[in-house]
């Protein structure tokens, strides 16, 4: 596996990983579109893993506040340690802490991210969708 800074070659890839997910589990989007990617990820760092010349997943960072924004790892990749390869990427980049927000009733994602050091530092049940905002223990002593 590979990690590295995402290209303009990759952006079709990593758009359709997005808007896959985010069809089958994000239903208060009304209407996801490919084009949701370059929106959502402006002016953030990108890095994607890449796997015998695929795209398995990617990660943005907000690097004002060490702020994971998206991470995303393709089906057929997932439980393969990619996530796992991306935050440690991500922990390299980061200047202090990382953040990140997870939806409550995600509990695939909240079990992987307590599994890498990610403690709920606050919790926002008015928000749609209801998410917690989780800090990383592993980087927070930086």
Request: charged share 25%.
């Amino acid at each position: 596996m590979k990690i590295r800074k995402m290209t303009s070659a990759d952006e079709p890839a990593v758009a359709a990983i997005y808007l896959k997910d985010r069809q089958l589990y994000f239903p208060w989007v009304a209407k996801p579109a490919l084009a949701d990617f370059n929106h959502d990820s402006k002016g953030e760092a990108l890095f994607v893993a890449e796997i015998d010349g695929q795209i398995a997943g990617f990660v943005s960072l907000y690097r004002v506040m060490d702020f994971i924004h998206l991470l995303f790892i393709a089906p057929e990749y997932r439980r393969q340690g990619v996530g796992h390869a991306l935050l440690t990427v991500m922990r390299r980049e980061a200047r202090g802490p990382l953040t990140l927000k997870c939806v409550m009733t995600n509990e695939d994602a909240l079990k992987f991210y307590a599994s890498e050091g990610f403690v709920v530092k606050r919790e926002n049940r008015l928000a749609v969708p209801a998410n917690y905002t989780l800090i990383d223990e592993r980087t927070q002593q930086n």
